[in-house]
């Protein structure tokens, strides 16, 4: 099966914190990559999937920042066109608010959460303890968003579209134990029951390149 042609989505606008986006885009296979905030665009007719990454903005700086509602006027052409699409964090949350959800800013949770996990595809092989680092949550999904995971403080914990191939999670999958030191100088990451060797969370993306492989593949027969 080939490898698909994905693009990553950089939403990061502090060059300090971009090192997640980085570390993202080193679990996908040979990612495009685009700045949003900078304005660059995706180029939907190579895409075969998108991902959208984080932010250390919200989406509620629409205000101050005009690519936001730029992103969700993607985001609504993306499910129109059915191009299979993940977001992450800022991503989750930003998919929510473009299709009719709400978000709030409620303070900042950076530590291992045990999660429940519905049955679907993009959480094959995953281990219910994830690592999160956000300040911002989904308060009402929109209506086109099942909710697929949640966890004990946040109920829309990750989303998945009604119809069209469309995910998102609030955690961040591409955190590791190479990202421990700078979460806990930066956010304060504790760990208490769990830490980052019971977590294996990288394997979403492993889950969502299959996806949108075996989409491509059925789409060229």
């Given at each position: 099966?080939?490898?698909?042609?994905?693009?990553?989505?950089?939403?990061?606008?502090?060059?300090?914190?971009?090192?997640?986006?980085?570390?993202?885009?080193?679990?996908?296979?040979?990612?495009?990559?685009?700045?949003?905030?900078?304005?660059?665009?995706?180029?939907?007719?190579?895409?075969?999937?998108?991902?959208?990454?984080?932010?250390?903005?919200?989406?509620?700086?629409?205000?101050?920042?005009?690519?936001?509602?730029?992103?969700?006027?993607?985001?609504?052409?993306?499910?129109?066109?059915?191009?299979?699409?993940?977001?992450v964090c800022?991503?989750?949350?930003?998919?929510?608010?473009?299709?009719?959800?709400?978000?709030?800013?409620?303070?900042?949770?950076?530590?291992?959460?045990?999660?429940?996990?519905?049955?679907?595809?993009?959480?094959?092989?995953?281990?219910?303890?994830?690592?999160?680092?956000?300040?911002?949550v989904v308060?009402?999904?929109?209506?086109?968003?099942?909710?697929?995971?949640?966890?004990?403080?946040?109920?829309?914990?990750?989303?998945?579209?009604?119809?069209?191939?469309?995910?998102?999670?609030?955690?961040?999958?591409?955190?590791?134990?190479?990202?421990?030191?700078?979460?806990?100088?930066?956010?304060?990451?504790?760990?208490?029951?769990?830490?980052?060797?019971?977590?294996?969370?990288?394997?979403?993306?492993?889950?969502?390149?299959?996806?949108?492989?075996?989409?491509?593949?059925?789409?060229?027969?």
């Amino acid at each position: 099966m080939t490898a698909p042609a994905l693009t990553v989505v950089r939403n990061e606008v502090d060059s300090d914190c971009a090192y997640h986006c980085d570390a993202l885009a080193s679990n996908v296979s040979g990612p495009l990559e685009v700045d949003y905030p900078a304005g660059e665009r995706p180029d939907l007719e190579a895409a075969d999937g998108i991902v959208l990454t984080g932010s250390t903005a919200g989406v509620y700086e629409r205000d101050d920042r005009p690519w936001i509602d730029e992103q969700e006027e993607l985001v609504r052409e993306l499910v129109e066109r059915e191009i299979p699409t993940l977001g992450v964090c800022f991503g989750h949350q930003i998919v929510n608010t473009a299709l009719g959800g709400t978000v709030e800013h409620v303070g900042t949770t950076c530590r291992p959460v045990a999660v429940e996990f519905a049955d679907d595809p993009l959480f094959e092989g995953v281990d219910p303890v994830v690592p999160v680092a956000h300040g911002d949550v989904v308060t009402e999904p929109a209506e086109e968003m099942d909710v697929i995971a949640a966890a004990d403080y946040y109920p829309a914990f990750a989303t998945r579209h009604h119809e069209a191939p469309l995910w998102t999670v609030q955690f961040h999958p591409e955190f590791t134990a190479d990202h421990r030191e700078r979460l806990a100088s930066e956010y304060d990451w504790t760990e208490d029951e769990y830490g980052f060797e019971a977590m294996n969370a990288t394997r979403v993306f492993e889950n969502f390149e299959r996806i949108v492989a075996e989409r491509s593949a059925t789409a060229e027969l």
